[in-house]
């Protein structure tokens, strides 16, 4: 059968337009779905702005609350930091363990003198006098 020059191309495009006319209904289903989605991402990003926007005023409330105390304290605490820059700070672990090792060791032995005192003490109230009385309290 003799062709007619451009009827099959035009058939070609006739059977490519139904057939893309044929997926409109499920693409127009997929861009519906889409939106869909788009909405419900908005949405989201909506109460999460909303979110962050509560928790920001809350934290500028906190802020302002604590800034003026903050600032009472930047006068001593800029006198604390000149102390503490003294070389003498960084001797005072050292002239502590001296103190310790030095002390201790006195106030054990004074600690022994005193229970030695106390024992003599003890025993001196429990011996009879000469004069015959026995509990070493004396005449009342």
């Known amino acids: 059968m003799p062709r007619i020059p451009g009827f099959s191309d035009l058939l070609t495009l006739l059977q490519t337009q139904t057939e893309a006319l044929a997926q409109l209904p499920r693409t127009l289903a997929d ?3 889409t939106v869909g989605q788009l909405t419900a991402a908005t949405a989201t990003a909506r109460e999460t702005i909303e979110s962050a926007q509560q928790i920001a005023e809350r934290l500028d409330r906190l802020v302002q609350e604590l800034e ?3 600032r009472a304290l930047k006068p001593g605490l800029e006198r604390v930091g000149r102390v503490l820059d003294d ?3 960084d001797t005072v672990p ?3 363990h001296r103190i310790h090792d030095d002390l201790m060791p006195l106030i054990a032995g004074l600690r022994q003198a005193q229970a030695r005192v106390g024992s003599v003490g003890g025993i001196l109230r429990r011996r009879p006098r000469a004069d ?3 509990d070493g309290a004396g005449p009342r």
């Open 68 to 70: 003026e105390p903050v």
């Open 87 to 89: 070389p003498v700070i």
């Open 31 to 33: 861009l519906n779905r």
């Open 94 to 96: 050292d002239t502590l």
């Open 132 to 134: 015959g009385d026995e």
